[in-house]
T-cell receptor, first 118, second 116 residues
């Protein structure tokens, strides 16, 4: 299958700072990317859907001003957690849907980023 | 509304014995269903998917799942568990209609433990 990378894989930050997480589709183009959040021992919850070149669509209850999403190219989406607080500590997973080719419309997941806010 | 329910939060088996992870779905339309596996600190990997073709779907690593419309089930099975199968497994339904068409809805997950 196709590969999605995330960077960093683990980040620890102080409360009040901002953290940017990158998600890249390495060998395919993705018009649509998704950001999920996973709390310990729980399932993935969709936070937002981003389409290249347009504003992200946030799920109910997700603060768009706190979780800034940018999808500036067909291979890169970023999630910025602004003014992070301990309750934002979680595992963030991105996913990319292939725009065409062999894996058209299939969705591939990144390895996740563990955020710990002190 | 479309949803999936994973009936067991934790399943424990001995190495070499069969694996059964249960999943029931709810959908007014013909669903697209998936099983994903997540090993610790690793990304989700697609095991198999059902998209209205053959009801018995074979996946990677010896796993398979059978779509049973009458029972609204999509249980995951494997004849013989291996230690490396220990992981978290998610049953997933893809929304096929509405404003969120294409989005994936995840079950709560089943943790599979394999004893030597």
């Amino acid at each position: 299958g196709a590969v999605v990378s995330q960077h960093p894989s683990w980040v620890i930050c102080k409360s009040g700072t901002s953290v940017k997480i990158e998600c890249r589709s390495l060998d395919f183009q993705a018009t649509t990317m998704f950001w999920y959040r996973q709390f310990p021992k729980q399932s993935l919850m969709l936070m937002a859907t981003s389409n290249e070149g347009s504003k992200a669509t946030y799920e109910q209850g997700v603060e768009k001003d706190k979780f800034l999403i940018n999808h500036a190219s067909l291979t890169l989406s970023t999630l910025t957690v602004t003014s992070a607080h301990p309750e934002d500590s979680s595992f963030y997973i991105c996913s990319a849907r292939s725009s065409g080719g062999r894996f058209r419309n299939e969705q591939f997941f990144g390895p996740g980023t563990r955020l710990t806010v002190l | 509304a479309q949803s999936v329910t994973q009936l067991d939060s934790h399943v424990s088996v001995s190495e070499g014995t069969p694996v059964l992870l249960r999943c029931n779905y709810s959908s007014s339309y013909s669903p697209s269903l998936f099983w994903y596996v997540q090993h610790p600190n690793k990304g989700l990997q697609l095991l198999l998917k059902y998209t209205s073709a053959a009801t018995l779907v074979k996946g990677i690593n010896g796993f398979e799942a059978e779509f049973k419309k009458s029972e609204t089930s999509f249980h995951l099975t494997k004849p013989s568990a291996h230690m490396s199968d220990a992981a978290e497994y998610f049953c997933v339904v893809k929304l096929n209609y509405g404003g969120s068409q294409g989005n994936l809805i995840f079950g709560k997950g089943t943790k599979l433990s394999v004893k030597p």
